[in-house]
């Protein structure tokens, strides 16, 4: 109880501290307060025609300590924005019919998720049906007279034994729940409604649903009609024992007619987002072939005749992952996005490989708590590339290129920054002291930074640990630095939008020389002369939790740390976490009861002997990923050893929703400076 409260109160601390600062003056710093203020784009989606985008923009509402999704207009030519479905509920989703007079999306309310359709020349929406359960991955038939979706089909298990009934007016327990999926959980979700994943169709004018997919198989991803309309595409594991290889999936068509289902690729590894070209005769596809289950592989673009014959590779020397695959109107070439060295970008890709880049600086509003790449795009007939842009001094707006120009449309969070002085981001360079391998870093500098004082730095690391962070806008770091500290933050090896190689240096052996990158990307701080190497101090969540666990086991150099989300226990974590179908086979190549030794030896709880850093254990009490229960085995063996700890329960977040709620982002952040500044 002690230790929810203590979010709480450092919650209220924030918001009487903000109250005060309205009667004395505006705060010229970036605060915890501000965090409700923030507005992000995301979602863009550009009018087959390309002359209207409609994107969902997110602002904070200060009375439900909670995002608020809305959809809106904006004329690309002009910048002018309409609201298109801004109330009560949440609004989410937009998709345009392939004339550009409707618009389907999703509205979430106290009744649950609808699918619904606005008709642009009236302003009016209509619900097109009362479904159970939540639809997702909605697509327009070529005609404009059907939409198509995935939507779970509940089949609850068959009790194990026959339950008693209870007398009348009794009032028993609740009856026994029996798990017997192998996928039972998911980290955002908790535990999952028995149930399979299906395709359904619905008429654009409403009706009753009709399932086309069935079967003890999961449906999901991208779908997509083929251009006649008779078929729907789609991927899927429709194998006997699907569950236990979660990176294996084909692309399928199905009949909507007669049900007829036909697997189009058979190779082994992930199949996904089919989309069949303007004239029907090609299909294009993302994937990998799988090499025997390692930690990352390069997601490749791929082209397949209608028939699934003829599949071929398209960037197949390209070593950047990409995704999210879109025809030109002319059928020549496809835009896909990509992340490089840290920053996002969409490129357009002929068919024999060529590759332009055509947008840069993609950001993406789901973690503004920390700066990891992303970001969203959509493509008009007439070219048009609509994207969410931002910087490490934004969060993320709708931009569109414009005779090959970036043109911003919107400003949505222009007044909160008009008087705020933000910390400055800039590049550092960094070599590591393991093999002289350069690494990206960046770093933050307090606003009013003065070069010739001298400020405690932190290490702030990213997750994954196959992911990336950029010049992208951060809370945490923007926080950190109004608080008077410097921030330092890198890509070590391991992570992605370096290359097959270079993610591939932590295969099997992670953590490992990451934590020499790292290292050297405070040495380098260091060098520039402003940080003082006697006031350090380290957090980072997730793997950045497990490598910050890690670095207080392997040095002593930090004052202060904060693990949140670890991994602390890898024997323990890849049983329990919601990814145990795929973690231990993919991060180690064995399970621990074939090889206990190297799932101690990659375990920072390994090292918890040599720990004499103070640390800050943080983890929400919903976190399916790295459950409570590798914090708590921290925060335990921490207490035996008397070395100084706490722990934070964030009440009710997930993995990745543990800033998710504005009050604990803001919370989150304060608790972990006001840590740090207890041991400076």
């Known amino acids: 109880m002690r230790l929810a409260l203590l979010v709480s109160a450092l919650a209220i601390a924030c918001a009487s501290s903000a109250s005060a600062q309205a009667v004395d003056g505006p705060n010229r710093l970036f605060q915890g307060r501000d965090i409700f203020g923030l507005r992000a784009a995301g979602d863009p989606q550009v009018r087959p025609d390309g002359g209207m985008i409609a994107y969902v923009r997110t602002t904070q509402d200060i009375m439900t300590d909670n995002g608020h999704p809305s959809i809106w207009l904006i004329d690309p030519a002009t910048g002018a924005q309409t609201p298109l479905a801004a109330d009560d509920t949440a609004n989410l989703h937009p998709v345009w019919s392939p004339d550009g007079t409707r618009i389907a999306y999703i509205s979430a309310g106290p009744g649950g998720a609808q699918l619904y359709v606005r008709w642009m020349a009236t302003g009016h929406s209509a619900k097109v049906a009362n479904l159970e359960q939540a639809p997702n991955a909605i697509t327009w038939s070529p005609d404009g007279k059907t939409l198509a979706f995935v939507m779970l089909t509940p089949v609850p298990p068959q009790p194990l034994g026959a339950p008693m009934a209870p007398p009348p007016g009794a009032h028993w327990a609740e009856p026994l729940k029996l798990i017997e999926r192998l996928t039972y959980r998911r980290d955002g979700a908790g535990y999952i409604r028995p149930g399979y994943r299906h395709l359904f169709t619905v008429s654009a004018d409403g009706g009753q649903p009709r399932q086309i997919t069935f079967g003890k198989f999961d449906e999901g991803g991208q779908l997509a009609y083929t251009p006649d309309g008779k078929s729907l595409l789609f991927s899927s594991n429709r194998s006997k024992d699907w569950e236990r290889d979660a990176g294996e999936s084909d692309i399928y068509e199905v009949s909507i007619a007669t049900g007829a289902m036909t697997q189009l690729t058979t190779r082994k590894g992930p199949d996904q987002a089919p989309t069949p070209s303007p004239d029907g005769t090609k299909i294009a596809y993302v994937g990998f072939d799988d090499k025997g289950h390692r930690g990352y592989d390069n997601v490749h673009l791929y082209v397949m005749d209608r028939d699934g014959k003829n599949s071929r590779v398209i960037n197949g020397d390209f070593d950047r992952s990409v995704g999210r695959p879109a025809w030109a109107a002319d059928g020549k070439s496809i835009y896909v996005d990509y992340a490089d060295h840290g920053v996002t970008k969409v490129a357009r890709v002929s068919l024999d490989g060529k590759m332009t880049e055509v947008a840069s600086g993609l950001t993406d509003g789901a973690e503004m708590d920390r700066p990891y790449t992303g970001g969203e795009f959509s493509v008009g007939r007439n070219g048009l590339v609509a994207f969410t842009m931002g910087d490490a001094w934004s969060p993320p707006e709708i931009g569109v290129i414009k005779g090959g120009k970036t043109v911003k449309l919107t400003h949505l969070n222009e007044d ?227 070395v100084p700890t706490e722990m934070i329960q964030v009440p009710g977040a997930s993995h990745g929703g543990l800033a998710e709620r504005p009050s604990q982002a803001a919370a989150k952040a304060a608790a972990i400076m006001a840590w740090f500044h207890r041991y400076q």
């Open 416 to 642: 909160l920054f008009a008087d705020k002085t933000l910390a400055k981001v800039e590049p550092l360079a960094v070599k590591s002291s393991f093999d002289g391998k350069p690494i990206d870093a960046w770093l933050v500098t307090p606003p009013n930074f003065d070069p010739s004082k001298k400020y405690p730095l932190i290490l702030e690391i990213h997750g994954g640990p196959f992911s990336a962070y950029g010049p992208v806008f951060s809370t945490d770091d923007q926080l950190y630095a109004a608080g008077g500290y410097m921030v330092v933050y890198a890509n070590p090896r391991g992570s992605t939008s370096y290359g097959d190689a270079f993610a591939n240096e932590i295969d099997k052996n992670y953590p490992s020389h990451d934590y020499d990158d790292l290292m050297s990307a405070v040495d380098a701080t260091i060098a520039k002369g402003s940080a003082d190497p006697n006031h350090l101090y380290v957090t980072g969540g997730s793997g950045g939790g497990a490598l910050t666990a890690w670095i207080v086991g392997k040095t002593a150099r930090f004052r202060a740390a904060a693990a949140q989300k670890p991994v602390i226990n890898w024997t323990s974590e890849v049983l329990t976490t919601d990814g145990y179908n795929f973690m231990a086979t993919s991060w180690f190549g064995k399970m621990p009861w074939e090889d206990q030794a190297n799932y101690w030896r990659r375990s920072p709880l390994s090292l918890v002997g040599n720990v004499t850093t103070p640390t800050l254990v943080i983890v929400g009490t919903e976190d399916h990923r790295t459950p409570p229960s590798e914090a708590e085995q921290f925060f335990d063996a921490l207490q035996l050893r008397g």
